[in-house]
């Protein structure tokens, strides 16, 4: 009889029911047990255990869990428990963990952190900006950047005003602008202002070695069109060949590049090994790739996208970061479009709807569709309570976009309940308006000639 | 980190929007309320590094104050008039036009906004010294 392993995994979201899911179609013998703010008929299926624990993000309550569990590894799913030293707290118990230790976890949690790491070891991508006490050098700094927002160094005077610039028509409009705010007594930022397309792109590290993952793309924005309040996420989709339709293969190579840079930053700064999720989240401007920023962890709904298309056994791959050596193991994605849409409580974010019933009896389900639980819960697919925040994840798989696209959206529009979800991820007016908008950015050389079977 | 509960978030995209978020600033001062100015914020914010920001700014203030200014492709171009063709089908607060500010000049602004499914509410506002008044009468009654 094979080894059993046991594995602890943290988290909330649907992005823990995909992690859950990935562990759960490893070919080994496992138990996986669970720290969760709510159980799901998903979660349920998978785990030996669910413990409903809001308190993930503190050591000592994951470590009471952990003692009794015993497990051979822990995996941590949002960013709270890692920026708190859940990881730490584990590996003293020596519980080896999928997950960064709480100083490397500040490559999410402390924004001067990463951009002094960035700084120092000259990484490709960083933007440019300098902060100014006093007018000397200012102007020619104007002049160095071609698009450029200026805004004050965190709270001015005590007072928490801020007063942000752009679109300036002249240098000399900015410059009359920044004198302004520095003769109030404020320290000044000066920020390229990039323009362009975000992406995911995240990978694989146990310290020495990435391996990356597929490029994926999120929308953050509550409402179609790209308006409305921020969010977690509301979708996201990838492609068949594995990259964006704004995206070639020149610009993938340069995300990991800068991924393995940040790996090797890290542990020269840090001189402790990095092991859990690089997730870089780019710009493409006609510049090039811009970080915007790290997160030490998978992405929500990313995870979806990318967890679902795993060919390589899940497990191996955290025992690789674990032992360090990923670098022997071959990862693998299947090549097949994945559009993931949420389905969320009406009014979320700003006045979510909480405790009501939501049904998805009525989804068809098939073999390219996932469902993923997130804050609903219940043990029963027509009896869920929504707790707040994105409920379910549908994620289509198909040979292309469209036809993922169309599974996730059949799902999504079979919720009953008082739910609402982005009809315009992975269609192919938005995909086609983001090419567009990177077309018209990058002018007439632009990438489709990489691409020209792409059908979205 | 600003207290969103006691901001107060304006956006402008005028011809002359610096004087504008300066007197801005100056009477959310004066209500004892935080200030988070916009300074020609316009159309390609939206797919920027900066979009994320004033998005949370905007949505996460108590009150959102905007004002539309000059010729029909300036009033288009503002960051903010996207937001209101879907607003109106959600629950996001310009939606509930207590917590929502909105000032333009005649005559252009206001057809644009009427375009835009904004039509009730809107302050006429033909001078700095209009706005500050104004400005400073609407935002107490919302603050006190």
């Known amino acids: 009889m094979k080894k059993m392993t046991k594995i602890l995994l943290i988290g909330k979201s649907g992005r823990l029911d995909a992690m859950a899911e990935a562990l759960y179609r490893s070919s080994r013998n496992k138990e996986i047990y669970l720290l969760s703010e709510v159980n799901s008929p998903g979660l349920a299926r998978k785990a030996r255990k669910v413990w409903r624990e809001a308190r993930t993000d503190d050591p000592d309550v994951v470590a009471g869990y952990a003692k009794e569990i015993r497990p051979d590894f822990a995996i941590i799913g949002p960013e709270e428990p890692l920026a708190s030293g859940v990881v730490d707290k584990l590996r003293e118990l020596g519980i080896p963990t999928v997950g960064p230790s709480r100083s490397l976890a500040r490559l999410e949690s402390s924004k001067a952190f990463t951009r002094t790491l960035l700084e120092k070891y000259r990484i490709d991508g960083r933007i440019k900006y300098r902060t100014f006490e006093v007018e000397d050098g200012l102007e020619a700094y104007l002049h160095e950047l071609s698009e450029f927002v200026i805004k004050p160094d965190g709270l001015t005077g005590g007072k928490g005003v801020r007063v942000f610039g752009d679109h300036f028509a002249t240098i000399e409009e900015g410059l009359s602008y920044c004198r302004q705010l520095l003769a109030s007594g404020a320290t000044l930022i000066v920020e390229e202002k990039l323009i362009g397309e975000e992406f995911s792109f995240q990978s694989f590290c146990d310290g020495r070695h990435v391996c990356d993952m597929i490029p994926v793309q999120d929308h953050k924005r509550a409402e179609e069109g790209d308006r409305g309040p921020n969010t977690g996420g509301m979708g996201s989709y990838s492609c068949e060949d594995h990259l964006l339709p704004f995206l070639s293969q020149d610009h993938i190579d340069e995300a990991s590049r800068i991924n393995k840079a940040v790996a090797a930053a890290l542990l020269n700064e840090c001189r402790e090994e990095y092991k859990g999720i690089l997730y870089g989240s780019f710009i493409l401007t006609k510049d090039g790739l811009k970080i915007i920023e790290y997160n030490a962890r998978f992405g929500d709904p990313e995870a979806m996208n990318v967890l679902s298309l795993l060919r390589t056994d899940f497990i191996d791959i955290c025992e690789a970061i674990i032992s360090g050596t990923l670098d022997k193991l071959h990862i693998a994605f299947d090549r097949k479009a994945t559009v993931c849409k949420y389905v969320v409580p009406r009014g979320y974010p700003n006045s979510a709807e909480n405790g009501s019933k939501i049904d998805l009896s009525h989804v068809t389900h098939s073999r390219n569709l996932r469902i993923f639980y997130g804050a609903v819960s219940g043990t029963r697919d027509d009896d869920l309570e929504l707790t707040g925040s994105r409920a379910v994840a549908f994620l289509g798989i198909g040979d292309s976009l469209k036809a993922a696209e169309e599974i996730a959206e059949r799902a999504a529009m079979q919720v009953v309940g008082p739910v609402r979800h982005r009809a315009d991820i992975g269609t192919t007016k938005l995909v086609e308006r983001r090419a567009d908008h990177m077309k018209a950015i990058l002018g007439a050389d632009y990438l489709y000639a990489a691409q020209p079977k792409r059908a979205v | ?144």
Not at chain 2, 40 to 54: L, M, P
């Open chain 2, 1 to 144: 980190m600003t207290d969103q509960s006691k901001a107060v978030c304006y956006v402008d995209n005028g011809p002359d929007a610096f004087a504008y978020c300066q007197i801005a600033k100056q009477v959310i001062e004066r209500c004892k309320m935080i200030p988070i100015t916009y300074a020609n914020f316009g159309e390609r914010v939206r797919r920027s590094n900066q979009d994320h920001a004033v998005r949370d700014d905007f949505y996460g203030a108590m009150v959102a104050a905007i004002r539309f200014s000059g010729d029909s492709k300036k009033v288009a171009d503002h960051w903010a008039i996207a937001e209101f063709e879907k607003a109106w089908d959600q629950d996001f607060f310009i939606a509930r036009r207590e917590r929502l500010l909105v000032y333009a000049d005649m005559p252009i602004p206001i057809a644009i906004l009427h375009q835009h499914r904004l039509s009730e509410n809107i302050h006429v506002v033909q001078t700095l010294d209009d706005f500050q008044s104004r400005f400073e009468i609407d935002l107490k009654a919302l603050v006190s």
